[in-house]
């Protein structure tokens, strides 16, 4: 005989909880970071061991995330106790139980698993499922007929508020409002956490400050599980009553500065002006695909009246990268085409989202924008949370994100602990023809 390897698990109650669920449906969750993939992976291990021939599947909704969040756990869990197959991504026990490991990415993905029989199903962040690939999977859900003794079918499900599922999870199992077909006893719904995952808070205290840092809304769906608070919007404070204005003029001693998110899929560039108590107004924007470098540096100048002073402009960060084609970075070309006093944009992305939110917010906020500047209007109410990088804007649609970047670059532009001590600017062309861009302290840029 071998020798018998011995796995202890320490569960929370609220985890333990969630083991001894025989539903027909269990869903734990609500809150960020209560125990739950732990809980998901560690039940379904428990079941496929104490059952023979149990045929189970977890899913998630992309590879990526299973890989990191249970492939990699599970191999140093189940070493020595399950054999891994990695053409058929599943774990066979000695027992002939089988964890199956799949991912939906699209839409259609879930039809593969359709008229297969799994005795278990485990749905980890169940909200980013839609609500057709969650009843396409219940049907494959059924009596695998491998199971040594009757075994009841049953899924696990677990998740957050928030994402494509999030109003058919809240009505099954938060709500609890039920559909013709639809058996109350089958629904239960375990509430976790963080604050009932101790690993995590001896571990990772910081992580409860981060949660509690976030906008209102999304801070009482992701620390305390509201979903009712649940709000997609990045920016809640956004606000056009309060932000927008119809018209809008600049008096001359303003000081004018640029910015600019340059792309070939799409150029923006905003005009900012800051009166002297050092609100912001953003009183133009160009917004426009296909410019290449030379032809953006000439749109934009000539968008710039005559007898406006512009003191800086800010742009992208990689527009300093040498370019393959022509040996010359993107700021070159800009700077010979007419675009002066360029400065490289700070780019640390969250804490320019945090300072955008900071201009945005309050009764009387330091950030007015023009009707005119129709795209960054439309895009800020538009961005979304980004699921995977916490405080982070979601990258797609990517058409939604160039405003709102460059509206970030000329914010950081304005925030003197985070500027560059010095910048590089070209004031004319002709300063990159003698092939010495000139030196610029940025207090010679931007005095204000
Ligand atoms: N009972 C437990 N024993 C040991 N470690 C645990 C236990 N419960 C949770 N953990 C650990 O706590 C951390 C967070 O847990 P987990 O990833 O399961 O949370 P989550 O609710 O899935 O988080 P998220 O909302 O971010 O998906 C992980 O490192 C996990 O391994
Ligand atoms: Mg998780």
Redesign the pocket.
Known sequence: MGTVKTITFEPNPKQVEFFESKSRFTAYGGARGGG??WAMRTKLVLLALANDGVQILLLRRTLGELRE?HLIPLLKLLKDVARYSASDKEFIFANGSRLKLGYCDDENDVLQFQGQAYDVIGM??ATHFTETQYLCLTESNRVSGQTVKPFKPRMYL?CNPGGVGHDWVKRLFVDRIYRKGETPEDYTFIKSLVFDNKFLMTRDPDYVRTLMSLPPARMRAMLYGDWDAFEGAFFPEFDREKHVVSTLSIPREWQRFRAIDYGLDMTCCLWLAVDSTGRVYVYRELYQKNLILSDAARTIDAMTGNTEEIRYTVASPDLWNRRQDSGKSGFEILSQNGLSGLIRADNRRVTGWRVTREYLSGDEPRLIISADCQNLVRTLPLLRFDEHQREDVCSTPHELTHAPEALRYALMSREPKTMPKTVKAGRSPYSFDTGSPTEYQYSDIIDF
């Open positions: 739950k993939s969040n980890e962040e677990t």
